[in-house]
């Protein structure tokens, strides 16, 4: 089984970086198509950015386009998200989801496998 952990959340000024990671406690997330996404209190979960399972196809979020980038390392069984120019609205519960499918899309009825989220804020 896949479970995927997320990690690297904070604190972070408006204009700058954070990079997340996520990896699996279970089964590596090698073959899986990945999946961030992005929730706050009372808020739809939003998705974010997706990479395919071999790294070679991104598909990214108006909002975060030009900001944030994809990234994984499946020899380390990792799967990055680096956030730069971070902006007040950025911050949410992030969340890492594997997929079975080759290629899902952005709703995440299309990924099977969640992360509990790790917890990014931008103050204003």
């Known amino acids: 089984q896949v479970q995927p952990v997320e990690s690297g959340g904070g604190l972070a000024q408006a204009g700058g970086s954070l990079k997340l990671s996520c990896t699996s406690s279970?089964?590596?997330?090698?073959?899986?198509?990945m999946g961030w996404f992005r929730q706050a209190p009372g808020k739809e979960r939003e998705f974010v950015i997706r990479?395919?399972?071999?790294?070679?196809?991104?598909n990214v979020a108006d909002s975060v386009k030009d900001r944030f980038t994809c990234s994984r390392d499946n020899a380390q069984n990792t799967v990055y998200l680096q956030m730069n120019s971070l902006k007040p609205e950025d911050t949410d519960v992030y969340y890492c989801?594997?997929?079975?499918?080759?290629?899902?899309?952005?709703?995440?009825?299309?990924?099977?496998?969640w992360g509990q989220g790790t917890q990014v804020t931008v103050p204003s």
């Open positions: 990479i395919s399972w071999d790294g070679g196809f991104t």
């Open positions: 279970g089964r590596t997330i090698r073959y899986y198509s």
């Open positions: 989801a594997a997929s079975r499918k080759v290629a899902p899309g952005s709703n995440a009825n299309e990924y099977d496998y």
